[in-house]
Structures are given as C-alpha cells and as structure tokens.
C-alpha cells in the first residue's frame, strides 16, 4: 500500500509540475459569433475566450509594451494603470493616473487611451486634466503636458490617441470625461468636439469638427487611412478618413453602421478600434467585439457577455486583449496584429 500510495503522490506531483510548466489556467467566457466563413481564417473555431484580470469598475485603454512583454490599461473610475504579464499576473502600474486636483471630478476622471510614440514613451489620454500627457516608460515620475489647449481653450477629456510615423499623433476629443453630463456641458470651453492632429513640430490641428462623439482611432495596415468610431446611439458609425501626404485627413466616407444591430446591453455605443495586417478591422460596438472585413462586411462578433470597451494586439502579434466593462479578456487568433499599435 505503501508504494502504491508513493505512486499516486508521484504521479500528482508531476502533473502539478507539468501545469505549472504549462503555465496559468484561466476561467473562460463569452463566445464567438460567425456570420461569415471567412472569420476562420482569423479565428479557428473553438478558440476559447480567457479571463485575465477581473474585479475592476471600468477597463479602457489597452496598451501592450513588447520590449517589456506586459500589458496596461487603463480603469478609468479608480485612477489606475495597471500592469499585466503572463507571469506575475496583474500589479499596479501608475496611481492617480489621469486627474492631478484636490476636488472630485466626474466618474471618470483617470487616464483612458494609451499609446507609444516613435521613441517608446508612453502617451495617455488624461480625462480629468484635459489633456495629453506623455511619460518615459521605467519611471514613475517625469510625466508631462504634451498638450491641453486648442487655441487657448482646453480639450474636452481626450479619449483615445494613436501615434502615426513621422512624430505625428492624433486624438479624439468626446465630452465623456467632463464633470457634469448636463447639456450644455458648463465646463467645456471648445464649440465642436472631434478629432485633433499635434504635429512633431507641436502644432495642433483640429482635423474633424463634425463628428459629435469622436472616439476610437486606428489607422490602416500602409497609414492611408484613419478609421474612427462616433460613440453615439443616434449615429453608431464608424468613418473612414483619407490620410494626406502631409498628414491632414481628407474626405470622409461611412466604413459601418451599427445601427441595423440587435442591441444586447446598454450603453453599447461605437468604442475602440484595431486593424490587423491584412487589413480587418476590429471595433468593440453593438454586440460585443466586431470583426469587419477591409471592405467594411461583418465577419462575426467576439461577445464576452459585458460592453467592450477596446481591444489590443499583444504577445507575437496572434493574442488579442479584450477590455470588457470589469474584466480583461484574451483570444488568441490566426490573424495577425502589430503589438504596440
């Protein structure tokens, strides 16, 4: 009985050794939506939908760092940048990201949308302070203004940003962030919200003033085009803008409409956006996470059973991060992306 019982203990040990080799188990969740055939050739069928991190108040911003192998995002309720890796799990990153006052600010005063510029800094949509702020990546102090003013008046709450080549950016600007949700909002001092370019000079341009609730930004896989999501119910569209030689956006055509979609949950609205290389376009919106095609034809819907917020390519390129309302989430996916965009 003896050996025996030596046996199983061994036999226990091992496979717990073997799945700590393997790595950490996740609960999983949601599920995978095909309305097309072509969505198996970006996500094999059966892919299980993981759970990372959960307990949050508002996910936003996904971010993944490659040189660092580590995912951040944003909760914009509790003022906190978080860190996440696959071993070590999730720590936090920044405190008190987003809002530098004494008084309270709005229920989202923290930062949201984050990005890297061409020298690996970190750029953050900083709700409560209007502005962008830009931080070197290893310190925890030494984040600056990079921008708070268009012609003397402050921002809205910038939203989400993207870094194009050249030093170039661009953010959008919704009211989302202000301290009241009354209309007309007290606070703001700009007529329009939409879509701002700071050039790599400093010059800053509003680049679109008629789109109400300017939101998500992804450019296209060779930069000639800037989509952008409208987060509002009334118009839950995403545009798509030609990008100039000189960086200034063109004419606008409609890219996809949410409004024909069955509303599943409230507050769905047009949200975050990613491309990957061949093109596709990834938009948290109406139903969860949805998969279009270049050509604007929905593929399927990544639903994880809460609002989507954004998404992020992270790992090699083939996982990809779901911010959904209280938790993280993570695919992986046969389509590639470009982690850090």
């Keep these: 009985?003896?050996?025996?019982?030596?046996?199983?203990?061994?036999?226990?040990?091992?496979?717990?050794v073997s799945a700590h080799a393997q790595g950490p188990k996740y609960l999983t969740t949601g599920r995978v939506v095909r309305q097309s055939p072509a969505l198996d050739q970006l996500i094999a069928p059966g892919?299980?939908?993981?759970?990372?991190?959960?307990?949050?108040?508002?996910?936003?911003?996904?971010?993944?760092?490659?040189?660092?192998?580590?995912?951040?995002?944003?909760?914009?309720?509790?003022?906190?940048?978080?860190?996440?890796?696959?071993?070590?799990?999730?720590?936090?990153?920044?405190?008190?990201?987003?809002?530098?006052?004494?008084?309270?600010?709005?229920?989202?005063?923290a930062?949201?949308?984050?990005?890297?510029?061409?020298?690996?800094?970190?750029?953050?949509?900083?709700?409560?302070?209007?502005?962008?702020?830009?931080?070197?990546?290893?310190?925890?102090?030494?984040?600056?203004?990079?921008?708070?003013?268009?012609?003397?008046?402050?921002?809205?709450?910038?939203?989400?940003?993207?870094?194009?080549?050249?030093?170039?950016?661009?953010?959008?600007?919704?009211?989302?962030g202000l301290l009241s949700k009354k209309s007309p909002e007290p606070a703001r001092e700009l007529a329009f919200t939409g879509v701002f370019r700071r050039s790599s000079e400093g010059e800053v341009t509003a680049e679109i003033t008629d789109v109400p609730r300017a939101n998500g930004l992804a450019f296209s896989p060779g930069g000639r085009t800037l989509?952008?999501?409208?987060?509002?119910?009334?118009?839950?569209?995403?545009?798509?803008?030609?990008?100039?030689?000189?960086?200034?956006?063109?004419?606008s055509r409609l890219f996809f409409d949410m409004a024909s979609l069955p509303k599943t949950?409230?507050?769905?609205?047009?949200?975050?956006?990613?491309?990957d290389q061949a093109g596709n376009v990834y938009a948290a919106g109406i139903g969860g996470l949805l998969i279009l095609s270049p050509q604007g034809q929905l593929l399927g819907t990544i639903d994880p059973g809460e609002v989507v917020a954004n998404c992020a390519w992270g790992d090699d390129g083939h996982s990809l991060y779901l911010m959904a309302t209280t938790f993280v989430c993570r695919i992986k996916t046969l389509a590639q992306g470009v982690p850090g965009r």
């Excluded at 984050?114 to 931080?135: F, P, V």
């Excluded at 050249?166 to 919704?174: K, S």
């Excluded at 119910?233 to 100039?244: Q, T």
């Design 265 to 275: 949950r409230f507050k769905e609205v047009p949200d975050g956006l990613k491309v």
């Design 227 to 251: 989509y952008v999501s409208n987060a509002d119910s009334l118009r839950p569209v995403i545009l798509a803008y030609e990008v100039g030689k000189n960086g200034k956006l063109g004419k």
């Design 111 to 176: 930062s949201n949308g984050l990005a890297l510029d061409g020298q690996g800094n970190l750029l953050l949509c900083e709700h409560g302070d209007r502005r962008i702020a830009t931080l070197p990546l290893g310190q925890k102090s030494g984040k600056r203004t990079l921008t708070d003013n268009y012609q003397g008046k402050r921002y809205n709450s910038p939203n989400d940003v993207v870094a194009a080549p050249g030093g170039a950016i661009y953010f959008t600007d919704p009211p989302f």
């Design 47 to 109: 892919a299980p939908l993981e759970i990372i991190s959960s307990g949050h108040t508002h996910v936003e911003g996904p971010l993944w760092v490659p040189d660092s192998s580590m995912l951040l995002f944003s909760d914009t309720k509790t003022q906190t940048i978080y860190r996440w890796k696959e071993q070590g799990g999730r720590s936090k990153f920044l405190e008190h990201s987003g809002y530098t006052g004494r008084l309270p600010y709005s229920d989202e005063p």
């Design 1 to 16: 009985m003896r050996f025996c019982f030596s046996i199983v203990s061994g036999l226990v040990l091992a496979a717990a």
